[in-house]
């Protein structure tokens, strides 16, 4: 059988096959390499010259389009590649960056292919139950509730009401979905790519 040519036909007179190298359909020649001027050309169009131009616009239309998935299917392989290599690699890391801590008041050990480190993330007021928080929020300061195509109370008024529940003349009492987290250390591992 045959291999099918890039343009989709199995035999196909108009393309030399590899490369979708096409012809000029009033001279036969490469179409990089004619001399035909369209302009001059056009009224020699009959309807076979014509299908001929509208079946290269619609190959090459859908040569695009398979371009286009071919590339979204190996970006998205590969995306999901580095998360897996990632997902694997970073616990062992993490245990080499703990057993060989950085000297001095570094956070960081710099490695030949990147970086490992810790971060602190900030503690503070963070929003567990946005429902509650905003029903907590109607009965006691409707005011800073924000709506949209849903409720929602903005961080810095989370943060507002926390540190006036907590001040000596508050309450103590942190509103409902809200609860105090402590700032933590994190690990990273910040590969550097080769060149």
Same mark, same amino acid.
């Given at each position: 059988?045959?291999?099918?040519?890039?343009?989709?036909?199995?035999?196909?007179?108009?393309?030399?096959?590899?490369?979708?190298?096409?012809?000029?359909?009033?001279?036969?020649?490469?179409?990089?390499?004619?001399?035909?001027?369209?302009?001059?050309?056009?009224?020699?169009?009959?309807?076979? /010259? =014509? %299908?001929? &131009?509208?079946?290269?616009?619609? !190959?090459?239309?859908? *040569?695009?389009?398979? +371009? /286009? =998935? %071919?590339? &979204?299917?190996?970006?998205?392989? !590969?995306?999901?590649? *580095?998360?897996?290599? +990632?997902?694997?690699?970073?616990?062992?890391?993490?245990?080499?960056?703990?057993?060989?801590?950085?000297?001095?008041?570094?956070?960081?050990?710099?490695?030949?292919?990147?970086?490992?480190?810790?971060?602190?993330?900030?503690?503070?007021?963070?929003?567990?139950?946005?429902?509650?928080?905003?029903?907590?929020?109607?009965?006691?300061?409707?005011?800073?509730?924000?709506?949209?195509?849903?409720?929602?109370?903005?961080?810095?008024?989370?943060?507002?009401?926390?540190?006036?529940?907590?001040?000596?003349?508050?309450?103590?009492?942190?509103?409902?979905?809200?609860?105090?987290?402590?700032?933590?250390?994190?690990?990273?591992?910040?590969?550097?790519?080769?060149?």
């Amino acid at each position: 059988m045959t291999e099918p040519c890039l343009c989709g036909a199995l035999d196909c007179a108009e393309c030399r096959g590899p490369g979708a190298e096409y012809l000029c359909p009033n001279c036969s020649e490469h179409v990089d390499n004619c001399d035909c001027d369209t302009a001059d050309t056009a009224d020699t169009y009959d309807e076979g /010259k =014509a %299908t001929w &131009a509208l079946g290269r616009i619609a !190959a090459t239309s859908a *040569a695009v389009e398979v +371009a /286009k =998935a %071919t590339a &979204a299917y190996y970006v998205s392989s !590969a995306e999901k590649e *580095a998360a897996r290599t +990632a997902e694997f690699f970073t616990p062992h890391l993490e245990q080499y960056f703990r057993k060989n801590p950085p000297k001095g008041k570094a956070k960081s050990i710099k490695l030949a292919s990147g970086t490992l480190g810790t971060r602190t993330t900030k503690g503070g007021p963070r929003t567990v139950d946005m429902d509650a928080l905003v029903e907590w929020a109607a009965e006691n300061d409707p005011t800073i509730i924000k709506t949209k195509t849903s409720h929602t109370v903005p961080a810095d008024a989370i943060k507002s009401l926390v540190a006036e529940a907590m001040s000596d003349d508050g309450t103590g009492e942190i509103p409902a979905g809200v609860e105090l987290v402590d700032d933590r250390t994190v690990f990273y591992a910040k590969a550097k790519a080769n060149k």
